[in-house]
């Protein structure tokens, strides 16, 4: 009896469910398919951006600095690392 209440207390309450190689070889497979699915985005942005003209490119540059000048007007430096200082100003 007290045997059996030893193996239960000192058992490993989360066995392995993979060898180091089973999850060596998943993760390598993982990376394949990250890497095959970044490059095919990349090269899905690079056909748009050779259909696009170039005033679609300088539209779309003006957008993302106008965007980033209302973030930042929003957010004034500072306002995230200094607790609740932001409000008191």
Do not use: C
């Not at 699915?37 to 003006?62: F, G, L, N, P, S």
């Amino acid at each position: 009896k007290r045997a059996a209440l030893v193996e239960g207390v000192f058992r490993n309450p989360n066995p392995a469910s993979m060898t180091v190689q089973e999850w060596g070889d998943v993760e390598v497979q993982r990376m394949q398919e990250q890497t095959a699915a970044q490059a095919k985005a990349k090269a899905e942005e690079e056909e748009r951006e050779a259909d696009m003209t170039e005033e679609d490119k300088e539209e779309r540059a003006r957008l993302k600095a106008s965007s980033w000048d209302d973030w930042k007007d929003e957010h004034p430096k500072g306002a995230g690392n200094k607790g609740d200082n932001y409000f008191t100003r």
